[in-house]
Each structure stands twice: as C-alpha cells, then as structure tokens.
C-alpha cells in the first residue's frame, strides 16, 4: 500500500448536506510522484457515478489540453477541494470546503507537486484565501504557504468555462502550457 492510498477517505460525515447528496466519495487520481497537482472544485455528477474527477465533459476539455501540450492525463495528479458532490452541483460552502481542506492539504504534503494548478475561481480563492479574478489573473504564478510549506501555484480557468464562452479557450490553453513548462523547468 502506498502512502497516497492512506488519503484516500472512505468515509465522512462531516458535511451533512453533501452525505445526503453524494453517491461515493471522490478522491484524487494520478501517480505519487506527479510534478502537477490540478485541483478542481468538486466531483458533478459524473464525477459521483464514476468515482473519479474530471471525468465528465469539464474532464474531456482538461483531457485534449492535456495532451496538446504532452502532459498525458495519466501522469498528472487531479483532484478536488471537496470530495463529495453538493447538491444540484452548487459551489461548496466556505464550511464544506474547510470541513475537506485537512484531506486536500495532506494529498499536497503527500505528492509535494513542482506546481498546483487551480482549475477556476472556487479551488484559486480557497487555496490563495483572497478574492481573485481568475480570468485576469489566469496564467500567473504565485507563492503561497499551504499548510507548513511554501507552494507554487498557478493560476487557471475553469475547463467547463470554455465550453461557455469560447473566447475563454485561449485562456485555458495558454495556462495549461504554462503549466506544462513549469513542470519540464523542474524536471
Ligand atoms: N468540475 C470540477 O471542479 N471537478 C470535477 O471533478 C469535475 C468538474
């Protein structure tokens, strides 16, 4: 058994709402020693059929990119702020999110990625605990203590975004491949 399998949760009742709401709980995917951790906001719901993140329609746009810029989805890591499915898939509550952050902060201890990249505005404020513009501000790089550790995150859209306004794809694209970089940088 590796050390990530002791992150996986297999059982908690800590957001009433969400124990109501989930089918499973969704951990994180990809290897123990992936240099990028993407972080999502939490599971839809094909996401809580399948038992993995990413793999609905935001997954297949995360998917493509992912491979355009030759980071193959199987060797980056992927995870979520909170791991179970809220209810009509409403943002997690600042209390849901704080009831998962222990669980997220180890998974980040655990893989210690070169770059965290935060996938929308939701896991970018939670991590950077300020208001952010994610479509300004996506792309950029900023130092930030999570947990006890210095950590370097970069800043992303959401991939659903781009399915809504086209005009966000380049955004996406360009954030992914500097994602990428950050990660042959260090290699
Ligand atoms: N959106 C997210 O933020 N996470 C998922 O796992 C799927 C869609």
Do not use: W
């Amino acid at each position: 058994m590796g050390e990530m399998d002791d992150l996986c949760v297999t059982d908690c009742t800590r957001c009433p709402a969400l124990v109501e709401s989930r089918s499973q709980i969704v951990n994180g995917t990809g290897p123990e020693d992936a240099d990028v951790l993407f972080v999502g906001e939490g599971p839809g719901a094909r996401e809580d059929e399948g038992g993995e993140p990413f793999v609905g329609r935001s997954g297949s746009v995360l998917d493509e990119q992912l491979r355009t810029v030759g980071l193959d989805r199987d060797t980056v890591r992927i995870t979520n702020c909170v791991r179970c499915r809220p209810p009509e898939n409403r943002d997690p509550t600042k209390a849901e999110l704080e009831n998962c952050r222990g669980y997220l902060v180890r998974e980040i201890d655990l893989l210690d990625p070169d770059v965290i990249v935060t996938l929308g505005k939701v896991p970018t404020e939670h991590l950077l605990e300020r208001d952010v513009a994610v479509t300004k501000e996506a792309g950029s790089v900023e130092d930030v203590r999570i947990g006890d550790t210095p950590r370097r995150l970069l800043i992303c859209v959401h991939p659903a975004a781009t399915l809504y306004d086209r005009s966000q794809e380049e955004t996406f694209q360009n954030a992914i491949q500097r994602a990428a970089e950050l990660a042959d940088v260090d290699g």
